[in-house]
């Protein structure tokens, strides 16, 4: 298997030590770096990048940024900088951050 694709989580499939757990107030997140995307066994891995999951409420919050042509051999160094973004804003940045992305399943 490749190293892009190696775990899964949800729909997400990501490389070793591509997800992070993040609390922002009363909601705990997970942030990683898909390879893929499995949707019931179709591996589609120019759908790939940063996701972030609700998982206190168990909901996609957006994916696909910092998407690359694919993700099946492991992430880029733009995903890897793009991750630390992510967990390292202050939390009301990364309030904002996902609820303004282009692929915010939370925009209003």
């Known amino acids: 298997m490749s190293t892009g694709i190696s775990n899964q989580i949800g729909n ?3 490389a ?6 993040r ?3 009363d ?8 390879g ?9 891995p120019e759908h790939n990048g940063i996701f972030v999951l609700d998982d206190t409420h168990k909901r ?7 998407e690359i042509s694919s993700g099946y051999h492991g992430p880029s160094q733009a995903q890897w900088d793009r991750l630390k973004e992510f967990m390292t804003c202050a939390p009301e ?3 904002d951050l996902i609820n303004s992305h282009e692929r915010s399943r939370l925009a209003a």
């Open 93 to 95: 940045d990364f309030v």
């Open 27 to 34: 909601t705990d997140y997970l942030i990683g770096i898909a």
């Open 36 to 44: 893929a995307y499995n949707a019931f066994g179709l591996i589609g």
């Open 23 to 25: 609390t922002v107030g």
């Open 12 to 14: 997400y499939m990501h």
């Open 60 to 66: 996609v919050v957006l994916d696909r940024d910092t």
């Open 16 to 21: 070793d030590g591509a997800v992070r757990r």
